[in-house]
């Protein structure tokens, strides 16, 4: 439990505040939905742009909402979203309903999501209680862990969509804080592609790879990095435009209560 070595706060103390990410009229229509579901008990935490927001200090904006919900529950909430006005985003466009149920209302878009598409990782009760918390609008929420943002998006790296660069970002920030022995424990089959990230990061950012724990990269099947630094800026060969890190107005703001 936790984040080894690092200053993040847990999931019993609010710190960050993500109201600017997402329009009060739009959160209204989640709102809802956090409620509901807080009465009846169900366990969620929240992924996508807002978690990405949180652990990277990058805003994003955020045009739907991922709420990750265990597979026992996904009848309950698909109930509870029917109830208050949802309906099946299927009925509008065909999806892949083995992992997923898109809520629609609104024109706004609620994710329900139990696993990944290729199955490999399903979500688990602990990804309620060692995210972080953050405050959208005045409502608490829980976020799903760093680690297990980093479990769910490794995996995508696509012809038209690659999520590797938000991961590389969240490593930049908080890849020294990580829970690594908690990250590492648990099966993820492919190892090896977490690796190709890793050897990616320490590329792109030496300096911090060298914060990691040297246990991290024989377990992935890499040679711990010996390179402390480097002159040239190497993420700048990838994308000319800004790649890590937040201005500090920016840092500061998503860090206000």
């Known amino acids: 439990m936790g984040y080894v070595g690092g200053d993040l706060k847990l999931a019993?103390?609010?710190?960050?505040?993500?109201?600017?990410?997402i329009l009060e009229h739009e959160w209204s229509v989640y709102r809802d939905v956090i409620e509901a579901a807080s009465w009846q008990n169900l366990r969620f935490c929240l992924g996508g742009g807002l978690a990405f927001s949180?652990?990277?200090?990058?805003?994003?904006?955020?045009?739907?909402?991922?709420?990750?919900?265990?597979?026992?529950?996904?009848?309950?909430?698909?109930?509870?979203?029917?109830?208050?006005?949802?309906?099946?985003?299927?009925?509008?466009?065909?999806?892949d309903q083995s992992w997923i149920y898109r809520g629609y209302l609104e024109k706004v878009v609620l994710d329900l999501i139990w696993c990944l598409p290729n199955h490999r990782v399903c979500v688990e009760p602990d990804w309620f209680e060692r995210?972080?918390?953050?405050?959208?609008?005045?409502?608490?929420?829980?976020?799903?862990p760093p680690e297990?943002?980093?479990?769910?998006?490794?995996?995508?790296?696509q012809r038209d969509a690659?999520?590797?660069?938000?991961?590389?970002?969240?490593?930049e920030f908080h890849?020294?804080?990580?829970?690594?022995?908690?990250?590492?424990?648990?099966?993820?089959?492919?190892?090896?592609?977490?690796?190709?990230?890793?050897?990616?990061?320490?590329?792109?950012?030496?300096?911090?790879?060298?914060?990691?724990p040297e246990f991290v990269w024989g377990h992935v099947g890499l040679l711990p990095p010996t390179e402390k630094s480097t002159k040239e800026d190497r993420a700048f060969l990838l994308?000319?435009?800004?790649?890590?890190?937040?201005?500090?107005?920016?840092?500061?703001e998503l860090k206000k209560h």
Request: a negative charge; proline letters at 3%.
């Open 148 to 157: 297990d943002v980093i479990r769910s998006k490794v995996y995508v790296l």
């Open 54 to 95: 949180a652990y990277s200090e990058r805003k994003r904006g955020t045009k739907d909402i991922d709420l990750f919900i265990l597979k026992e529950d996904r009848a309950a909430f698909v109930e509870l979203l029917s109830n208050i006005g949802y309906v099946d985003y299927h009925d509008r466009e065909p999806y």
């Open 175 to 212: 890849g020294d804080k990580l829970d690594w022995h908690y990250l590492l424990s648990k099966d993820i089959s492919d190892m090896r592609l977490l690796g190709g990230l890793l050897n990616v990061f320490a590329w792109i950012s030496p300096a911090k790879a060298q914060l990691f």
């Open 131 to 144: 995210g972080a918390q953050a405050s959208i609008h005045g409502q608490t929420v829980h976020l799903i």
């Open 12 to 21: 019993s103390e609010p710190h960050m505040n993500l109201s600017s990410l």
């Open 239 to 252: 994308d000319s435009r800004d790649w890590f890190g937040p201005g500090q107005n920016e840092a500061n």
């Open 162 to 171: 690659c999520h590797w660069s938000d991961l590389l970002n969240l490593l």
